[in-house]
Structure formats: C-alpha cells, structure tokens
C-alpha cells in the first residue's frame, strides 16, 4: 500500500472507532447524561473506598459478617461489630432491568404517569404530585450548590406507585439475601448531578445504581453525624466535610452502575450524593 493510501486507510480506522467510542458512551448512559447549561463541575468519588466489597459471599457468610443480631454479639465486642455495610458484587443480573430504564423507554412507558417527588432534606417533608415526563424534561438538572434541602432540590425517589410501576418491577431481580422476619419494599428513583438525601437512617436494605454514580457517607447507629437537616449533601460536602478530622469522617464510597449492590445495615446514619444523572433503586428490609 502506498504511503498516502495507508495514511487515509489508518485515519479511517481512528475515526470509525471514535465514533464508536462515542456512541457506546451514549448508549452506555441510558440517554441520562444530557450536556446543558448551569452543570456543575464533575462532582469527584472520595480518594479511597472505605467500605469492603465481597464477590464470594455465601448466605451464611452474610449474616454473620455483616446482619449478625447485637444479642449474639458476645461482650466486650462493641455495639454494631457485627453489623456493618458491605458493597456485594455478581449476585444478580440486571440487564434487561437496565434496558427498560434508558430514558427514552421509561418515558414512552410512563412519561403520562404522575409521579411524587420529595424535598432533599433528612425529613422530606414536602411533596409534589406532576407527570413523570414534565419531571425528566423540565426539573432533572444539576443541583445548584447554594440550594437549600427544601422546595429547590424536589426529586423523585421513593413514593412509587407499585401497581402502575408493575410492569417495570417486574423485571428487577434483587440480591437473593433475605433477612429473617422481613418484607421487602422497593424504592425506585432517577435524580439529577448534585442531588442526594442529607444524613437520616432507617431499617436495612440494598441500594443499585442503574445508570450513573452514586457516592454514599455512613456512619454507625452510636455516631451522629454532625449536619443540617435542611442543608443538601452537597452543602455538606463543600462547607462540613473539610473540617473533619480523619478519624471522624465516615465510611464512604461510590457505588457505580453495574453488578454493584451496597448493604446497609439497620439504623445507620447515611447521606447519598448522585455524581451524575442517575437511576437507581433500593430494596428496603422492612
């Protein structure tokens, strides 16, 4: 081949794969990361993942690492040692999950439906009631850093409507740990950059990122955390977290879209961050 046929043959080649790198790039985010004005910086995972990720877990294993009761706690074990979050890797397969959950498909199959959105505040104490498709188009932007938990960060998370999100559920498959006299409840949700829940805590569950990322900060039952309540995550990260020392920082970690399934465990303080749009749902243990 001559040299200039061979120039334009290689410069063909690198252009047909940019292009295919960019368009695994697009269809690889659900059409959920949409350029726009007002997008804050590239909101940054913490330096180093401090919660154990397990790829090898058996059931037994579980409970006894990460749910075991404090009444089998022998003392002078500590309060919660045996109870603990963990990130569970390669238990289900959530594909065709994902598939449904693009944004174009979600919106063909529920852009009508009316969909409640909560304040991002510990309490979300307020609600609002509109379709699902004026939600995506005209409220799914990135949190303003200057927003205060209130009517300013309204989200959809939670509050589904389960017998009109059927169709959806229905193809999720959630871990295969069960804990003994428990129900379990979804919680399904699609947030904007920036936005999250400011520190509260509930019973144990799972949490899944579908698309996007999402950075959690855990602290244990006996160590309140130190924030607002009507102040976002990301105020807390910005303004709170610097001024921590190390050893009173808490157990964090970005749980990414895939094959990732994050435990939390009965009564632990935790606050959420969603690094970009993202989709996600959890599996409350009630």
Known sequence: ??????????????????????????????????????????????????????????????????????????????????????????????????????????????????????????????????????????????????????????YFFGDNNFSEWASLFQHYSPPPFSLLGTTAAYSFGIAGAGSGVPFHWHGPGFSEVIYGRKRWFLYPPEKTPDFHPNKTTLAWLQDMYPTLAPSARPLECTVQAGEQVLYFPDRWWHATLNLDTSVFISTFLS
């Open 1 to 154: 081949m001559a040299p200039g046929a061979r120039l334009l043959f290689l410069l063909a080649v690198w252009t047909l794969a940019a292009l295919a790198r960019h368009g695994a790039g697009k269809a690889g985010d659900g059409g959920w990361q949409r350029p726009g004005p007002g997008a804050p910086a590239a909101l940054a995972e913490e330096h180093r993942c401090a919660v154990e990720r397990r790829g090898d877990l058996s059931y037994s294993e579980f409970v006894q690492q990460y749910v075991r009761p404090l009444a089998l706690a022998t003392p002078p074990t500590p309060h919660y040692a045996f109870s603990r979050p963990v990130i569970l890797q390669g238990l289900t397969d959530n594909s065709r999950f994902r598939a449904l959950c693009s944004r174009e498909r979600l919106l063909a199959s529920f852009g009508d439906s009316v969909v409640r959105l909560s304040t991002a505040n510990t309490y979300s104490y307020r609600k609002v009631d509109l379709p699902f498709q004026e939600y995506v188009e005209h409220l799914l932007y990135p949190q303003d850093p200057t927003s205060l938990g209130n009517a300013d960060t309204l």
